[in-house]
Every structure is written in structure tokens, then in C-alpha cells.
């Protein structure tokens, strides 16, 4: 069965780090463009970052540029998330994607999706 498992979510308090992995099971991810998106209640799904199959082509999203690190190793099959500084604003579900080669901004172009990790910025 193909899914992804994402972990490393928490409660942190602002300024923290987190390291969020979504790890592959049932396929391989060595083609495939990865994205993590993350959902706060009552908003809209949003983009955070995504990272194609080769890892040469890497994107933020404006709010996370500068503190949020996107990176992959195949031979695990697992994609990762390092947060750092992070703010109340950062709370949300996180959920991590692939879709096929290339990275998107764009949530509906992602084909797998995780069930997400609660990521949680509060003191």
C-alpha cells in the first residue's frame, strides 16, 4: 500500500525548531517532486515548500523564507522540514505531497498525500 508517514510534530514555544519527515512506504520517491503544505483552522491550504526529484530546484513560500529548510534523501526515501524561529502563525497541520519529476505550488497538482503531523507555536 502506497502512503506517506510524516512525523516530528509538536508543541514548541516561539523561537523553536521542529524537523518534520514524511517517509515513503509502498513507492519510491526518487522520481518525484515533494511539497509540504500546512492547514490552519479555518484557512486555506498553503504552500510551504517543495523540492524536485533531483533536489536542484527547491521553493518557499514568502512566509517561511529564511527560517524553514526543505531536503530529501532518497536512499531513506524521506523528505524533511527543518523549522526554525518559529512563530504562533506557524501553528497548523502539516501534510507533505508528491507529484511526479518537478516541484508546484500548487495543491492540486500533488498526487500522494500524508495524513499530516499538528505543529503546534505556543508558550
Known amino acids: 500500500q502506497e502512503r506517506f508517514v510524516e512525523s516530528g510534530g509538536g508543541l514548541v514555544q516561539p523561537g523553536g525548531s521542529l524537523t518534520l519527515s514524511c517517509a515513503a512506504s509502498?513507492?519510491?520517491?526518487?522520481?518525484?517532486?515533494i511539497g509540504w503544505f500546512r492547514q490552519a483552522p479555518g484557512k486555506e491550504r498553503e504552500f510551504v515548500s517543495a523540492i524536485s526529484w533531483t533536489g536542484r530546484s527547491i521553493l518557499y513560500g514568502d512566509s517561511v523564507k529564511g527560517r524553514f529548510t526543505i531536503s530529501r534523501d532518497n536512499a531513506k526515501n524521506t523528505v524533511y522540514l527543518q523549522m526554525n524561529s518559529l512563530k504562533p502563525e506557524d501553528t497548523a497541520v502539516y501534510y507533505c505531497a508528491a507529484r511526479d519529476w518537478e516541484v508546484s505550488t500548487t495543491a492540486r497538482e500533488y498526487t500522494y498525500w500524508g495524513q499530516g503531523t499538528q505543529v503546534t507555536v505556543s508558550s
Open positions: 509502498g513507492f519510491t520517491l526518487d522520481t518525484r517532486a
